[in-house]
């Protein structure tokens, strides 16, 4: 955008944004007040970068960008998760005011005086219709949906059919929707409708007992769609604590609920400030009934371990009920000062009234509760359960609460039980998590051990392997599973691409059919259409009760992926129990249908979803143009989105619009996206609405800000730039102060080429005459294109014929008088050198000059004040 506005006036000003990277010291000496040359400046730079996909991402989950946001209205805190779902940002003021926080995270050793230039994207003259189109919400549809739209708790399928198909808009849920907003609906499709057959009776599993609470939360990830059954464990003014057999998560901004009410709640998971969390979007809760809460035993956390939280909570993690004992800062906030902790204080999050009464300033307190963020680099952030009062503590086994919080790298010491045995090694389980004891061998499943090795990592999982492992046999236990996640063909097809960390195993079960070849034993799951499930390192046990075709059920742990041809594809599990799948195993009475993924986007009216004008590219389609996972891997989707608008619109006229919406993977991570597509009577084009835009941010104590100031430094006398400015100057003071009628001669460049003062019946009109003969400097202002300065000399301007204008003043009052001209011509000039500029694109513009006479530089600022107008900001007259 800089470039755009050099090339209108011919280059004729060189373009310093700032300048002062070179210069530091000069500037901070001249221009900051209170500095002091001798001030030691360790690291002052000049920093220029474009943003990246992944840094849109980083921005919208920046926590100081969510209290911004979260002050300004939900509105804000909408359009900043959009930022980073869209990868470009609404606004130059919506860069403003999110990317220093950015700098502070990403630059926090550089100085004040330093200079960020930030490239970024930025939407320009978009539709109202295609930013919401870009920021539109998702949508999974789950099982208690078809069973909507079948209208039936029992004879239903998994999918939609044609006869079905306009029920599909009555079960997305419109929470915290707006009017005129869109969601993207995922959903299976099946052209068959299914034919009703007798549902035989489904022996239960006598080793996966019915559970009341599911096991989910101690497994999804980010952007997971969930249901969950459970009960509320911890309760805050910023939501509850939802608490399953294996994980508690933070509903945000939930209320309503009281502590032991049991739930069940469908959403997504989300993150905020390192924890996961499910918000309002798409939320649905229902109280099923209550019960007594029992806690975990606590997590005991000292000053020391605080402080090591703020640099090993890396990734985002679930909450966990913990136990510490600080003395209470109770005043606006509740803090909690950690004896031995450096950094680290524990802060209550969400405190009730009655949370606030338990805390006295100054003394000492024992805090229980969940431990669910961390923010500002420094408060453990802490919803209460009790205060100084244990609460009812479930009675505690000999078992670590370790597996489930280790990272790469860490050196463990883990007491627990062996659940799956393989030849690769067994299942190490403890309270939190389970893990592979990789080439570990001579254990059976129920041996209690106590385990001391290092956290390693193989195909995105965890393993402990033999380099200085040591294991020791404690005893013996019955060991219980938990509810499986179930492995859908979608749901492995989907861990191809969301598996992309080192994770613990999960227990799990799939149901397809075995294909046995040598020693490899491979497991086809109906619905998926990359991955493939993989029995990895089956025992001998095992392998006695399986068949190659052979239809059943696996229930084990999922431990990694693995790839074929560099592209993740399988799926492993250690098997633990195989049940052969009989006629009748189906949860529904009637007939199986084959189904697939599909996309819609629906358009909420007020009122209702409408199936909204969008073309969306569906996983078939990406299949057909050979994108593996279901996605583009941007900017693939401009080579391939006209091929296939072409393809799937023959016959598209000239001027022809669709909007196509598709998966995209950018910055590490798989979003929708929409673009605007025309047929310009040839080919489908692209419509750009967004540009790249240069912003000039700079530290001043201690904080990024963003500078919108543009300099023009006119102190080179001999600069080309220099001496066209002045030119500019003349030519305006000719036309507005020297002759008060008549017209100059120009060339066409606007320079005059007559230096005769017009003259009308002979003789000179009114006027100062403040312009000398040689057309190239004049005395109003002591513009001189000549020799590239500002002539304020007294003397010259007496011995001009300018004199009846100033001849009267002393020498101090022609200087004031001369800058008083140069302030007033400059504001004016600066019109004709930037007539597009705007406010948006510069707040202010700085006007250098050389002074002929004093002999100094001087600075000039002006404010743009709309279009191409500038108004002088009094007082700012500055001599360097």
């Known amino acids: 955008m800089n470039k755009r506005f050099l090339t209108q006036i011919l280059s004729l000003v060189a373009l310093a944004i700032f300048g002062w990277g070179c210069e530091t010291g000069h500037f901070n000496e001249h221009m900051i007040d209170g500095y002091e040359q001798e001030t030691e400046v360790t690291d002052v730079q000049t920093v220029e970068y474009t943003l990246t996909d992944g840094d849109y991402s980083t921005i919208s989950k920046n926590s100081t960008n969510a209290s911004i946001a979260e002050q300004a209205g939900e509105d804000a805190v909408a359009a900043l998760s959009a930022i980073g779902k869209n990868k470009y940002f609404g606004s130059a003021d919506e860069a403003a005011a999110y990317i220093p926080a950015y700098l502070a995270a990403t630059y926090p050793t550089l100085d004040n005086g330093s200079v960020a230039m930030i490239t970024y994207t930025t939407a320009i003259e978009m539709p109202e219709d295609l930013k919401k189109l870009n920021a539109a919400t998702e949508y999974t549809l789950t099982e208690d949906d078809y069973k909507t739209i079948w209208e039936s708790e029992e004879d239903y399928v998994k999918a939609v059919t044609p006869a079905t198909a306009s029920k599909l808009a009555k079960v997305i849920p419109a929470d915290d929707i707006r009017e005129g907003e869109y969601v993207a609906v995922t959903y299976n499709y099946s052209a068959e409708e299914p034919k009703t057959e007798e549902e035989p009776e489904t022996p239960a599993d006598p080793d996966v007992p019915a559970e009341k609470y599911t096991s989910v939360l101690g497994s999804a990830v980010l952007n997971d769609v969930v249901e969950v059954k459970g009960y509320i464990s911890a309760t805050s003014t910023q939501g509850p604590i939802l608490t399953d057999k294996t994980g508690s998560v933070l509903l945000y901004k939930t209320t309503g609920f009281e502590i032991g009410d049991e739930v069940t709640v469908s959403g997504t998971i989300s993150s905020y400030n390192k924890g996961f969390q499910i918000g309002t979007a798409g939320l649905t809760i229902e109280k099923t009934g209550t019960t007594e809460v029992k806690y975990p035993q606590p997590i005991e956390l000292d000053g020391p371990a605080m402080d090591e939280l703020l640099t090993t909570r890396t990734e985002d993690g679930y909450a966990q009920f913990v136990k510490f004992t600080g003395t209470a800062s109770a005043g606006k906030y509740i803090n909690i000062k950690m004896e031995g902790a450096t950094t680290a204080q524990g802060s209550v999050y969400g405190a009730s009234d009655e949370v606030k009464a338990l805390f006295t300033d100054g003394e000492e307190c024992t805090i229980y509760g969940y431990f669910c963020s961390i923010s500002s680099g420094e408060f453990i952030n802490v919803i209460v359960v009790s205060v100084d009062e244990a609460p009812a503590i479930e009675a505690a086994n000999n078992y670590t609460s370790v597996l489930g919080g280790v990272k790469l790298n860490d050196a463990v010491e883990v007491k627990g039980y062996i659940s799956a045995t393989s030849t690769q090694g067994p299942i190490l389980t403890d309270n939190t998590g389970s893990v592979l004891l990789y080439k570990t061998s001579g254990y059976e499943i129920g041996d209690e051990v106590t385990v001391s090795g290092t956290i390693s990592s193989f195909n995105c999982g965890f393993q402990i392997g033999t380099n ?53 034993y491979n497991f086809n799951v109906d619905g998926a259409t990359t991955a493939v499930g993989s029995l990895y390192g089956v025992t001998d046990e095992i392998k006695a009760q399986l068949a190659d075709g052979m239809s059943c059920t696996l229930y084990g742990y999922f431990i990694s992926i693995s790839k074929s041809g560099g592209n993740p594809k399988y799926v492993n ?131 990024w800000a963003v500078d919108r100031t543009l300099e023009l430094d006119f102190t080179n006398t001999s600069s080309a730039d220099t001496k066209a400015f002045y030119q500019y100057c003349v030519n305006w003071v000719y036309d507005n102060k020297d002759v008060a009628m008549g017209a100059p001669a120009r060339d066409n460049a606007g320079v005059i080429i007559s230096t005769d003062i017009v003259t009308i019946d002979g003789a000179k009109p009114a006027g100062s005459y403040w312009v000398s003969n040689y057309g190239n400097n004049e005395f109003y202002t002591g513009a001189s294109a000549y020799y590239g300065n500002m002539d304020w000399r007294p003397s010259a301007v007496k011995g001009g014929f300018a004199a009846a204008g100033m001849g009267d003043l002393s020498d101090d009052e022609i200087v004031a008088k001369l800058k008083e001209h140069t302030a007033e011509v400059f504001a004016e000039v600066l019109h004709y050198v930037y007539p597009t500029m705007t406010p948006e694109q510069y707040k202010k513009v700085v006007v250098k000059v050389y002074a002929y006479g004093p002999n100094a530089n001087y600075a000039f600022s002006f404010e743009v004040t709309g279009e191409g107008t500038f108004a002088y900001i009094a007082d700012s007259i500055a001599e360097l």
Do not use: H
């Open 468 to 520: 200085g492992i040591a294991i020791e046999k404690t005893g013996t236990a019955e060991v219980k599973y938990p509810a499986p996640m179930d492995l859908t063909g979608a749901k492995m097809d989907e861990l191809l691409t969301t598996r992309v960390n080192d994770e613990c195993a999960y227990y799990a079960k799939m149901t397809g059919k075995l294909s046995i070849s040598g020693n490899y």
């Open 573 to 703: 599990m250690i098997v633990t129990k195989v049940e052969p799948v009989t006629k009748g195993a189906a949860t529904r009475a009637i007939g199986k249908v084959e189904s697939v993924k599909k996309y819609a986007y629906f358009k909420w009216s007020g009122s209702a979803f409408e199936a909204a004008d969008v073309v969306a590219v569906q996983p078939a389609d990406f299949d057909a143009m050979g994108q593996k996972y279901g996605s583009f891997t941007s900017p693939a989707q401009d080579d391939y989105l006209p091929l296939f608008l072409a393809q799937s619109y023959p016959y598209a006229l000239d001027g022809d619009v669709k909007n196509v919406a598709f998966r995209c993977y950018a910055g590490g991570t798989t979003s929708w996206k929409v673009d605007e597509y025309v047929f310009d009577g040839n080919a489908w084009v692209k419509t750009i609405y967004f540009e790249a835009k240069t912003d000039q941010f700079r530290k001043n104590e201690g904080v």
